[in-house]
């Protein structure tokens, strides 16, 4: 079962555009199992912390989302955030 909604920091790698997850450390991954979630209360430093570093920094666009733990999993609350972390989905009808 999931649990209740956390943040993380999301944004798009610098170089080439791809979705990628603040991890810690200064560190980046286009993998959103890879991310820190922390509850809404810590969300602000997270934001602050996935900001800090040498300019020109490895994200653009940086971001707070929603997303929950599901299991070992980390799943984003939202479609939109679901493509960006899984890939387009597949249209109807072409199974």
């Not at 890879?34 to 920094?57: F, H, I, M, N, S």
Request: aromatic share 4%; no cysteine; proline share 6%.
């Amino acid at each position: 079962m999931a649990e209740s909604a956390q943040k993380l920091a999301t944004g798009n790698r610098l170089r080439d555009g791809v979705p990628v997850y603040f991890a810690g450390a200064g560190t980046w991954s286009p993998k959103v199992s890879d991310a820190v979630l922390v509850e809404a209360g810590a969300a602000e430093d997270l934001l602050e912390e996935a900001q800090r570093g040498e300019t020109p920094l490895q994200a653009v666009g940086v971001e707070l989302i929603e997303a929950v733990r599901e299991g070992k999993r980390i799943v984003p609350v939202t479609l939109r955030e679901k493509i960006r972390a899984t890939g387009p989905t597949t249209p109807f009808g072409s199974r």
